[in-house]
C-alpha cells in the first residue's frame, strides 16, 4: 500500500545545534504539509508544498520537496527549546484528494 | 475565529456505553476529518465529510458512527467499544476538500475504554 516514511525515529540535539527530519514516499505525491505536534497538544500546521523542488523558508526552518515528488526534508537551524515536539510529513496522493498520509513522525528532543 | 473546538477533552467509558465526542468549527470550512491516535504514533484517518457528506470512511468498525448535522458540526458516536479503542480523538477542518488545504485541528478528546 501506499506508504510515508520518516527517518529518524526520535532525535537528541544540543540547544543550537542543527536538526533535519527526512520524509520519504513509495508513490508520487501531489504536495506534502509539514505539521508539528507538542507534547501534550494537537497536530499545528507549518507548512505546504506543492511545486517540484520547490523550497520554502520560515525563519529558522527550511522545507523542501524533491524533484521527483516523493520526497521532503525539514531543517531546522540552531535548534531552541521552543522546538522541542513530534514533526510530521502528510502527503497527498494523486490520485485521492480528500485525505491525507502522515508520516510516523520525527520526535525532536533539545537539551539545554 | 481560526479555532476548532472539541467537547469533551476526556472521556473514561465503559465497554456497554453510549457516548459522543463533538467538534465545532465557525471558519466556514468545508471538510471535515475525525483522526484517532495512538501514544507516540501519526494521526490516523477515520472519517472525512465533503460539503457535509461522508466521503471516506477508512474502514472503521461500526461502533464508531459519524455525524455532521451542519457545516459547522462534526459528531462522532461510540459504542460497544473496546479497551484498544483508548486513544486521542482529533477533529480538523479545511477550507474545501479536494486540492489540499492545510488542516485546523482541534484539541482532541482523550477517550479511555474501561
Known amino acids: 500500500g501506499q506508504q510515508v516514511m520518516q527517518i529518524p525515529q526520535y532525535q537528541h540535539v544540543q540547544e543550537g545545534e542543527d536538526f533535519t527530519t527526512y520524509c520519504n514516499s513509495s508513490?508520487?505525491?501531489?504536495?506534502i504539509q509539514w505539521y508539528k505536534q507538542r507534547p501534550g497538544g494537537h497536530p499545528v500546521f507549518l507548512i505546504q508544498?506543492?511545486?517540484?523542488?520547490e523550497v520554502k523558508k520560515q525563519k529558522r526552518l527550511t522545507f523542501q520537496f524533491g524533484e521527483a515528488k516523493k520526497n521532503s526534508s525539514l531543517h531546522i537551524t540552531a535548534t531552541q527549546t521552543t522546538d522541542v515536539g513530534t514533526y510530521f510529513c502528510?502527503?497527498?496522493?494523486?490520485?485521492?484528494?480528500?485525505?491525507?498520509?502522515f508520516g510516523p513522525g520525527t520526535s525532536l528532543s533539545v537539551i539545554p | 475565529d481560526t479555532e476548532v473546538t472539541q467537547t469533551p477533552k476526556h472521556l473514561v467509558m465503559g465497554m456497554t456505553n453510549k457516548k459522543s465526542l463533538k467538534c465545532e468549527q465557525h471558519?466556514?470550512?468545508?471538510?471535515m476529518y475525525w483522526y484517532k491516535q495512538k501514544a507516540k504514533k501519526p494521526p490516523e484517518l477515520m472519517f472525512v465529510?465533503?460539503?457535509?457528506?461522508?466521503?471516506i470512511n477508512e474502514s472503521v468498525p461500526s461502533r464508531f458512527s459519524p455525524e455532521c448535522p451542519n457545516s459547522s458540526l462534526l459528531n462522532l458516536h461510540l459504542h460497544a467499544l473496546q479497551p484498544e479503542d483508548s486513544a486521542l480523538y482529533l477533529c480538523?477542518?479545511?477550507?474545501?476538500?479536494?486540492?489540499?488545504?492545510?488542516?485546523?485541528f482541534g484539541p482532541g478528546t482523550r477517550l479511555t475504554v474501561t
Open positions: 480538523a477542518s479545511s477550507q474545501d476538500p479536494g486540492i489540499l488545504y492545510e488542516q485546523y
Open positions: 508513490t508520487t505525491l501531489s504536495n
Open positions: 508544498l506543492v511545486k517540484s523542488g
Open positions: 502528510a502527503g497527498q496522493l494523486e490520485t485521492s484528494y480528500d485525505k491525507v498520509i
Open positions: 471558519m466556514g470550512h468545508r471538510a
Open positions: 465529510y465533503s460539503y457535509e457528506k461522508l466521503s
